[in-house]
T-cell receptor
């Protein structure tokens, strides 16, 4: 079974530029998550989708971050414009359903460096 | 918001030694999870705990869900070099499956 795919793996941009990340979840997984992991910290949930609807985006900085999952499969996360503090690894995860204890499978992440 | 405090932050041990790390919270969680993250990879689930007091093993790993539902610990017995990595605890509440992660414990194993 293929895992969660993410691209690109690395991205370096200058502040105020825009950037987009792509995620393809495990086939059949209805729930998709985007996490931000700053160096030395645990992942922090940015947004959760159930199929193509948003379940939780309470920690997404909506003035600069946006995410979509138009067809309920793959998803993109965009930052526009980027700030220095956005430097982090952006992890995508998926699960069959958002049930208590349902396993979330993580992709390898995209490491973003903002200069 | 909910926060998890994980300790120790880092550990340097000799191959063959046992390791113990724990996680505490001011809030109650209904599920506790332990993940391992290797460099350049996403976290991988090691053990999931669903009931207060539950003790679960996965090979050389043993984890327990605290009675108060506010803490959990992970033990690794007879450590080997491939145990190197960052271990995260995570708490899950009933509100749509939102995971709260600890800050991680970085484990180094000296052969």
């Amino acid at each position: 079974e293929a895992g969660v795919a993410q691209s690109p793996r690395y991205k370096i941009i200058e502040k105020r530029q825009s950037v987009a990340f792509w995620c393809n979840p495990i086939s059949g997984h209805a729930t998709l998550y985007w996490y931000q992991q700053i160096l030395g910290q645990g992942p922090k949930l940015l947004i959760q989708f159930q199929n193509n609807g948003v379940v939780d985006d309470s920690q997404l900085p909506k003035d600069r971050f946006s995410a979509e999952r138009l067809k309920g499969v793959d998803s993109t996360l965009k930052i526009q414009p980027a700030k220095l503090e956005d430097s982090a690894v952006y992890l995508c995860a998926s699960s069959l359903a958002p049930l208590v204890g349902d396993t979330q499978y993580f992709g390898p992440g995209t490491r973003l460096t903002v200069l | 918001g909910q926060q998890l405090n994980q300790s120790p932050q880092s550990m340097f041990i000799q191959e063959g030694e046992d390791v113990s790390m724990n996680c505490t919270s001011s809030s109650i969680f209904n599920t506790w999870l332990w993940y391992k993250q290797d460099p350049g990879e996403g976290p991988v689930l090691l053990i999931a705990l669903y009931k207060a007091g539950e003790l679960t093993s996965n090979g050389r790993l043993t984890a327990q869900f605290g009675i108060t539902r506010k803490d959990s610990f992970l033990n690794i017995s007879a450590s080997i070099p491939s145990d190197v990595g960052i271990y995260f605890c995570a708490g899950l509440n009933n509100q749509g499956g939102k995971l709260i992660f600890g800050q991680g414990t970085e484990l180094s194993v000296k052969p």
